[in-house]
C-alpha cells in the first residue's frame, strides 16, 4: 500500500507560480512511476506530467516548458513546478503512483488562476 498526500496548492493570479508537492509513504519501494494528474470543474481527469524511477520524464503538451516534474528520492517527494500559470491550469491536482500492479491516488490539492 502507498499513502500519497498533496501539498502546495493555492490561489495564484495569471503569470505566477506555484509548487506542488507529494510526499509518498508506505510501500514506495514497490513504485515505478510517478505522476501528476489534474481535473477541472465539468472535465474529466487529465494527465499532467510523469517520472519514472530512473528519471525518465514527460509532460502533456498543454504544459511543457512551462511545467517541471521532479523526485527527491531522499524524501520521497515529487514536485511540480508551475510557472506562466494560466487561467486554464485551474484544476484539483491529483498526485498519482503505480507499482506495475496497482495505482494510488492522493486527495488532491487546488490549484486557482484568476486575477
Known amino acids: 500500500q502507498v499513502h500519497l498526500v498533496e501539498s502546495g496548492g493555492g490561489l495564484v493570479q495569471p503569470g505566477g507560480s506555484l509548487r506542488l508537492s507529494c510526499a509518498a509513504s508506505?510501500?514506495?519501494?514497490?513504485?515505478?512511476?510517478m505522476a501528476w494528474y489534474r481535473q477541472a470543474p465539468g472535465k474529466e481527469r487529465e494527465f499532467v506530467a510523469f517520472?519514472?524511477?530512473?528519471?525518465?520524464?514527460n509532460s502533456a503538451d498543454s504544459v511543457k516548458g512551462r511545467f517541471t516534474i521532479s523526485r527527491d528520492n531522499a524524501k520521497n517527494t515529487v514536485y511540480l513546478q508551475m510557472n506562466s500559470l494560466k487561467p486554464e491550469d485551474t484544476a484539483l491536482y491529483y498526485c498519482?503512483?503505480?507499482?506495475?500492479?496497482?495505482?494510488?491516488w492522493g486527495q488532491g490539492t487546488q490549484v486557482t488562476v484568476s486575477s
Open positions: 517520472i519514472t524511477s530512473d528519471g525518465i520524464k
Open positions: 498519482n503512483a503505480a507499482d506495475g500492479s496497482s495505482s494510488y
Open positions: 508506505g510501500s514506495i519501494f514497490s513504485i515505478n512511476v
